[in-house]
T-cell receptor, first 114, second 113 residues
Framework: AQSVTQLDSQVPVFEEAPVELRCNYS??????LFWYVQYPNQGLQLLLK??????LVKGINGFEAEFNKSQTSFHLRKPSVHISDTAEYFC????????????FGKGTKLSVKP | DAGVIQSPRHEVTEMGQEVTLRCKPI?????LFWYRQTMMRGLELLIY????????DSGMPEDRFSAKMPNASFSTLKIQPSEPRDSAVYFC???????????FGSGTQLSVL
């Protein structure tokens, strides 16, 4: 069965520092991978997605993620964070072409401090 | 477009009462999803519809939960009778096709006392 694991439940970081939020997936077949962000009291918004092609995916708000098949990882990175990036970030994966079977990780709370 | 609209934003009810959550997807979106979010279990897919037809309801916790989509612009998630362990944030999401990103509503915070 496919699963998505986010290794850190909370990540505190200072403003303008780089950040990496880790995500690993398990699957015996090709996967589609996503990162969503949830700001307080809001629904989730798509940050970026990997379906195929280039393994480095760029998303909104300066975030990017790299698909690494050998390490079954899809870590999210940003070179310099802002206070406004404080939110919860969810990694998700699905088999094949349907997002109907999205499996979400437990989420990582990113706290950016001044 | 106003996005995915959910109502109510907050619902407080007593154990045993019926609860109905409502969702209006984005016009033109053929897929509609219901998710539940809790601290313990994270985000769980409860059920999703394609063209108003339920495709996968394997995530619905038990018979107390039911979902309908009578037309392309409206869906309900009903819990009857409600229990304290149903307390969670319930999200509705829609997408144009199964391959495109999900658009989430703001959620309904349900508290069952």
């Amino acid at each position: 069965a496919q699963s998505v694991t986010q290794l850190d439940s909370q990540v505190p970081v200072f403003e303008e520092a780089p950040v990496e939020l880790r995500c690993n997936y398990s699957s015996s077949v090709s996967v589609y991978l996503f990162w969503y962000v949830q700001y307080p009291n809001q629904g989730l918004q798509l940050l970026l997605k990997y379906l195929s092609g280039s393994t480095l995916v760029k998303g909104i708000n300066g975030f990017e993620a790299e698909f690494n098949k050998s390490q079954t990882s899809f870590h999210l990175r940003k070179p310099s964070v802002h206070i406004s990036d404080t939110a919860e970030y969810f990694c998700a994966g699905s088999h094949g072409g349907s997002q109907g079977n999205l499996i979400f990780g437990k989420g990582t709370k990113l706290s950016v401090k001044p | 477009d106003a996005g995915v609209i959910q109502s109510p934003r907050h619902e407080v009810t007593e154990m045993g009462q019926e609860v109905t959550l409502r969702c209006k997807p984005i016009s033109g979106h053929d897929y509609l999803f219901w998710y539940r979010q809790t601290m313990m279990r994270g985000l769980e897919l409860l059920i999703y519809f394609n063209n108003n037809v339920p495709i996968d309801d394997s995530g619905m916790p038990e018979d107390r939960f039911s979902a309908k989509m009578p037309n392309a612009s409206f869906s309900t998630l009903k819990i009857q009778p409600s229990e304290p362990r149903d307390s969670a944030v319930y999200f509705c999401a829609s997408s144009r096709t199964g391959n495109e990103k999900l658009f989430f509503g703001s959620g309904t915070q349900l508290s069952v006392l």
